[in-house]
């Protein structure tokens, strides 16, 4: 017997920046937080698959995604579609002024590496700006992570994530610039 995990498979996933919002029907929130700035709002949050920043700004909605390319989300409006391997680093300026960057990176680990990164974060996530501990899905692994940090001021956004993948051994980091 099977058991489903929350995590899809570290080969599965993708990074996308679609230049409109997403229907909360899509994905499953786990844990969210909101920034408010002069110049824009945001809305992060983590999700099974990664996480998710939402920003509006001049009336334009953007949003950043770490997802499975399984998960069905509008095709309209895609900025930008990778799949997360290695380390990767991307850039965009969009219409409404806002000018992107985002560096991503899929490192895989032996299995002493790993829970002791684990470890590590898990003791990051208590002073997170959000985190979230998934349940482990068996006894020899520890329960996926998911930890987003932010620093915002009025011309930009900041975002780190790390999320781990235990049964791959695998961690996923991202650093995403939002600049308005």
Do not use: W
Not at 29 to 37: D, I, L, P, R
Not at 96 to 121: A, P, T
């Amino acid at each position: 017997m099977s058991v489903r995990s929350a995590r899809p498979k570290v080969n599965d996933l993708i990074f996308r920046l679609i230049g409109r919002s997403i229907h909360p029907e899509l994905y499953t929130t786990c844990t969210s937080a909101e920034v408010h700035q002069k110049n824009y709002s945001a809305v992060l949050k983590i999700c099974e698959t990664g996480h998710i920043a939402s920003i509006q700004h001049k009336e334009k909605t953007v949003c950043e995604i770490l997802t499975s390319f399984q998960n069905p989300l509008p095709s309209q409006k895609r900025v930008l579609e990778k799949p997360v391997r290695g380390c990767r680093s991307e850039s965009a300026q969009l219409e409404s002024g806002l000018y992107y960057q985002v560096s991503y990176q899929l490192e895989e680990l032996d299995y002493v590496i790993f829970n002791n990164l684990h470890e590590e974060y898990m003791m990051d996530s208590q002073k997170a700006d959000l985190a979230y501990h998934f349940v482990s899905e068996s006894r020899i692994t520890p329960g996926a992570l998911s930890i987003v940090d932010f620093e915002a001021n009025q011309t930009s956004l900041l975002i780190h994530a790390f999320h781990t993948f235990p049964e791959e051994l695998a961690v996923v980091k991202t650093q995403s610039l939002f600049e308005f």
